[in-house]
């Protein structure tokens, strides 16, 4: 069976400091990966999102970026965080069909 | 601009009770999903409807699928306090290169023993 990690799980960081969250998934192969930011328990926001290796699509510009080094690996990174990148960062996988979306715990991230 | 509206927005109801809540859309969507969320954890996949006017039944849980595939509902019947937390509607528009989910806000659901 399929099961995703992140890491870490709660992340407390000041402001101007760098960012890695790091995301792998087990038990599929070439899968799409996504990275969410969900603010205040609401809705998820759609941040990047990767069909395969070396392969990134940004949908919200910012000072956030991702990278996939290997088929089941998804980092997202920053170089200098701000106070409003604090939120819960959600990962996700899918295979076929793209629209069945399966997601990670997720970290908490505080700047503070 | 929010595609996907969810109402209500809170919701606390007693233990027992039947409740329902709403996902629309102007837009039509060729896939739409439903997940519950608690705190601290990530949304978990309950149905995926792709069929206009579809029907799934998850124990207690039954969503329909409009028919013009804009719209969506989930009805609980004998809500438990299990049954707690944030569920969220999210459409798929098909299309080449399509990957994205399109998210509501959520419906927050309270089941009080």
């Known amino acids: 069976s399929q099961t995703i990690h992140q890491w870490p799980a709660t992340l407390v960081q000041p402001v101007g400091s760098p960012l890695s969250l790091e995301c792998t998934v087990e038990g599929t192969s070439n899968p799409n990966l996504y990275w969410y930011r969900q603010a205040a328990g609401r809705g998820l926001q759609l941040l990047f999102y990767s069909v395969g290796i070396g392969q990134i699509s940004s949908e919200v510009p910012q000072n956030l970026s991702a990278s996939r080094p290997q088929d089941r690996q998804f980092i997202l990174s920053s170089k200098k965080l701000l106070l409003s990148d604090s939120g819960f960062y959600l990962c996700a996988w899918s295979v076929q069909p793209a629209y069945e979306q399966y997601f990670g715990p997720g970290t908490r991230l505080t700047v503070t | 601009t929010q595609l996907l509206e969810q109402s209500p927005q809170f919701l606390s109801i007693q233990e027992g009770e039947n409740l329902t809540v709403y996902c629309n859309s102007s837009?039509?969507?060729?896939?739409l999903q439903w997940y519950r969320q608690e705190p601290g954890e990530g949304p978990v996949l309950l149905v995926t409807?792709?069929?206009?006017?579809e029907v799934k039944k998850l124990k207690r849980l039954t969503f329909q699928f409009g028919d013009a595939r804009k719209d969506s509902s989930l009805h609980i019947t004998a809500a438990q306090p299990g049954d707690t937390g944030l569920y969220l509607c999210a459409g798929f528009l098909s299309g080449a290169g399509s990957y994205q989910l399109t998210f509501g806000k959520g419906t927050k659901l309270s089941v009080i023993p």
């Open positions: 409807v792709v069929t206009g006017g």
């Open positions: 837009s039509v969507f060729s896939s």
